[in-house]
């Protein structure tokens, strides 16, 4: 942040009206597919769903991107940042109108979207070049680039009348092409730009500020006041249409008395801010929010009141000039919410203009991304069309509720202290909550009291970690129920749903697992918990409409990976509490009842979707039809609702109860020398077999056994499995810590290969049946073998690694060897995790994919045999052997 009258106004003016009039052109590109799709579809003959996916394609790519951007204009400054963007963006553009497909063009709308990352460039830009009392405003100037769309809507109609949309694009690729040379040619390096290259942050210190959950309130806050606004933007004309039964062109210009004032007042919320602060500019647009919001999602309402004498009948309904009205307050003052959540940005983290403004831009625009499809969900669920105005209103009180108590405990905090009130972060961890000291290799300081702390931390781990591993685990349960249910997906989609999950979880594994030294094991256990409530409660209203769009469930698919990411994050937590001689049983005892989410929810799903759980507040139940001709009713969406109460239970529990260790704390770059290690990714290829077997299995077992066996309901022997593998896998941890992991591991491997073989041999073949209870008898077998191999294996990484840091450190350097070992042990517990749970994607797929080419499942299975025999050779020859590298 500069100081006044460091740098001339003439300069300032400069950079923001440059920065400005990009923003708008980026903007209006960023939305160009609001007008080009409407002779898309009728030229390509685009369906709804696939239109819908190519205009929302841009704005998710540009939310998502922001993150990335800011980063990279916090070390390489926004004067070649925001140039080189739009060339890109214009690179993009022209490749819309050359695409000859609908593919090429969802390919093209990615890169298109890359404009909407421009706001964040251009925020962490103008603030370099602006002091703190007049950052509000010149933020606020350069937010009313939103009106670009504006320009869109105007003028994109005329060109495309004139020239076609495949002329339209090219028009647009050329002027925001020429905007980014003239950037780079005109703009000039903001003030800040010297002493970033000065200083280098590393990539850690950088993201450092995204442990403050202050970050991610300010992101609550723009999730609402800039993701509502574009979804309203883009829901209000069907809204007026349909409930007021106005024209399109009616629509279309009362709609604009929302848009446009959300807009153009993002100049006065910035003058606002920098005036009166931007705490109580926020707090005036969330109070008259949360008014709005309340009124108009007041559906029409039919009163009879029964009188002493007579019935008195009256009706409340929201007019159409009182709806004007209100939509018209919403946006003024989301308007001013806008321009005050970027105040505080540069005020709090100077530094960190970029990540921080990228990270809130983000969760703002995934907020435009989700919303519409949200409110088009709860519309078919709920039947009514104030739905979406109930979910604003939740989310403005859930945003001023926050934000309120926040503050109120800074004041708490810092007045007892006699210090000036600020805005604190609220994440700061009590002192009893930090173990300063902790050395469980002591044995008196074991026996002591950090044997009670440990199992403490290990108790409450276990539970947050069953939740994770149900909503993990759920479609595995709904893919076999929907098609009799009504839901129109073919055998490759519905396959393609059970995998997802496991997909994205293991994605999302690679970067848990390093969160714990980051973040510290009590937040990250906490908050990845509750993370969990996204998808538990979208998937409850999506799953009672057989209309749903298949992207919706894809996207629900793809958020339930959130529970498969926080396995690494939780062993790698747990692997820090307990000494070398427990760890394994300790670890055994937290991967193995957390695996029994998987069990738990396929035996507590299918019992909680045949009634009515939560009565009227759950829902309508969907028809299934019997063999009879009779109807039995599924509430489907329990499988999904069952789980809220008790995600929020376990959160509390976590936040409360669990502890940091200050000495586990490390950077990424520290965690990163695993990287390095060879034996890491032998343990990849090991726990894959083992880890990656029990989660693939697990997903695929019920549709592939319902497939084979037409006869039998896998749903009733779905849970067995799982049940079994995950009570293994603590035995499997205690006898690898009484015999070895390697030779457990080892000879585990060669019963997983002849448990295929006896798969192989319980198959349907032509003119034969096949056994089904010998097929379910083999993958027991193979499910038991899983979890002793995940126990024995996830054994042998504290040891292999304190082995082979006290090889490399020498003697008298025990403690800093303990230290170090336990340091990237636990990050390559996280990192083999990650890798081992794309198996749970695997195997479903090569199921699906055998039979697609040969008709049977046996190409997938011989496979397998041929895996796990390259998983015995690895074991025997690195850990197991007489004179191996690292016995362990």
């Not at 040379?181 to 000039?188: E, N």
């Not at 049983?585 to 799903?605: C, E, H, R, W």
């Not at 198959?763 to 073998?785: D, H, S």
Request: one cysteine or more; proline letters at 4%.
């Amino acid at each position: 942040m500069i100081e006044a009258g460091t740098v001339a106004p003439a300069d300032q003016r400069r950079a923001l009206s440059l920065s400005t009039f990009a923003f708008t052109l980026c903007f209006a590109v960023w939305t160009i597919f609001s007008i080009l799709g409407i002779q898309l579809k009728q030229e390509l003959g685009l369906s709804d769903t696939e239109l819908g996916l190519l205009m929302a394609t841009p704005i998710l790519t540009g939310s998502i991107s922001r993150l990335f951007l800011g980063v990279l204009t916090d070390r390489f400054g926004g004067r070649w940042v925001f140039g080189l963007l739009m060339l890109l963006t214009a690179v993009a553009v022209f490749l819309v109108s050359i695409a000859t497909s609908y593919t090429l063009l969802l390919i093209a709308a990615l890169g298109v979207g890359l404009a909407g990352g421009g706001f964040i460039v251009g925020v962490a830009y103008i603030s370099a070049w602006y002091e703190k009392d007049k950052q509000g405003t010149a933020l606020g100037i350069f937010g009313a680039g939103n009106v670009g769309a504006a320009l869109t809507n105007f003028g994109a109609p005329f060109l495309m009348l004139a020239l076609g949309w495949q002329g339209t694009a090219q028009v647009y690729a050329l002027v925001i092409g020429l905007m980014g040379i003239g950037f780079i040619m005109f703009a000039r390096p903001d003030p800040a730009q010297g002493q970033r290259q000065a200083d280098a942050p590393t990539l850690a210190q950088q993201l450092s500020p995204l442990a403050d959950i202050r970050v991610w309130r300010f992101s609550l806050y723009y999730f609402f006041v800039f993701g509502a606004f574009v979804a309203l933007a883009l829901w209000l004309p069907h809204y007026l249409m349909e409930v007021y039964g106005l024209g399109v062109a009616t629509a279309g210009i009362l709609a604009a008395l929302y848009t446009i004032p959300a807009s153009l007042f993002r100049i006065l919320g910035g003058w606002l801010s920098d005036k009166y602060g931007a705490r109580t500019v926020m707090y005036w647009t969330l109070i008259a929010s949360v008014i709005s919001t309340f009124i108009l999602s007041y559906p029409p309402t039919e009163y009879h009141v029964r009188g002493i004498d007579d019935t008195i009948e009256f009706s409340l309904e929201t007019s159409l000039v009182m709806f004007v009205m209100l939509t018209f307050v919403l946006g003024f003052f989301m308007s001013l919410g806008k321009a005050a959540v970027f105040k505080h940005i540069p005020v709090y983290y100077p530094r960190h203009v970029g990540v921080v403004g990228g990270v809130v831009g983000m969760v703002g625009g995934l907020g435009g991304f989700l919303l519409p499809l949200t409110f088009g969900m709860l519309n078919d669920v709920i039947g009514i069309w104030q739905s979406c105005f109930m979910l604003l209103f939740i989310v403005a009180s859930a945003a001023l509720i926050w934000m309120h108590f926040a503050i109120l405990k800074a004041q708490r905090h810092e007045m007892g202290r006699g210090w000036t009130v600020r805005d604190l972060p609220e994440m700061s961890t009590p002192d009893s909550m930090v173990l300063h000291e902790w050395d469980p290799e002591d044995k008196e300081f074991w026996e002591r009291k950090g044997k009670a702390i440990a199992n403490r931390n290990l108790w409450i781990s276990i539970p947050n970690l069953f939740l994770a591993f149900a909503v993990w685990s759920i479609w595995s349960i709904i893919v076999v129920k929907m098609p009799a249910l009504g839901f129109s997906y073919t055998a490759n989609q519905l396959f393609w749903l059970a995998a997802l999950p496991a997909l994205s979880g293991a994605t999302l594994r690679l970067f848990y697992g390093f969160m714990i030294p980051i973040f510290g094991g009590r937040r990250w256990t906490a908050l990845s918990t509750a993370s969990l409530l996204l998808p538990c409660i979208w998937m409850g209203f999506a799953l009672q409409d057989t209309d749903t769009p298949y992207l919706i469930m894809l996207i629900l698919a793809l958020l339930c990976g959130l529970g498969g990411g926080n396995f690494s994050s939780s062993m790698a937590n747990i692997s820090f509490f307990y000494p070398k001689g427990e760890k394994g049983a300790a670890l055994g005892l937290n991967a193995g009842l957390g695996n029994l989410g998987v069990s738990g929810l396929q035996l507590v799903g299918p019992l909680v979707i045949s009634a009515s759980v939560f009565g009227a507040s759950g829902g309508e139940p969907l028809m299934l039809t019997l063999n009879e001709g009779q109807h039995q009713p599924i509430w489907l969406q329990n499988a999904a609702f069952i789980w809220v109460p008790l995600i929020i239970l376990a959160s509390l529990a976590a936040w409360f109860g669990m502890h940091d260790i200050a000495d586990a704390r490390s950077s990424f770059r520290q965690q990163a020398v695993i990287f390095r290690r060879s034996h890491t990714w032998w343990m990849c290829w090991l726990y894959l077999g083992t880890f990656g077997s029990f989660i693939g299995f697990a997903a695929g077992f019920p549709l592939l056994s319902g497939m084979l066996f037409e006869d039998i309901d896998p749903v009733k022997y779905a849970f067995i499995g799982p049940l079994a593998g995950a009570l293994a896998r603590p035995f499997g941890g205690v006898l690898a810590d009484r015999l070895g992991g390697a030779r457990v591991t080892l000879w585990n491997f060669m019963l997983m290969a002849a448990g295929v073989i006896g798969v192989i041999h319980f198959l349907p073949e032509p003119g034969q049946a096949g056994n089904f209870y010998g097929f379910f008898a083999m993958f027991l077998l193979l499910f038991i073998a899983s979890g002793i191999g995940n126990g024995a294996t996830f054994r042998m990484v504290p040891s292999m690694f304190l082995l082979l840091r006290t090889r490399a450190l020498g003697q008298g350097q025990e403690k800093q060897a303990e230290i170090e070992g336990n340091r990237e042990s636990a990050a390559v517990l996280g990192f083999i995790s990650a890798i081992a749970a794309y198996g749970g994607f695997f195997i479903p797929k090569s199921y699906g994919t055998a039979i697609i080419l040969t008709g049977s499942a046996h190409l997938a299975l011989y496979s397998f045999i041929v895996f796990y025999i390259s998983c015995v050779a690895v074991t025997w020859w690195f850990y197991a052997r007489r004179n191996a590298p690292v016995p362990c």
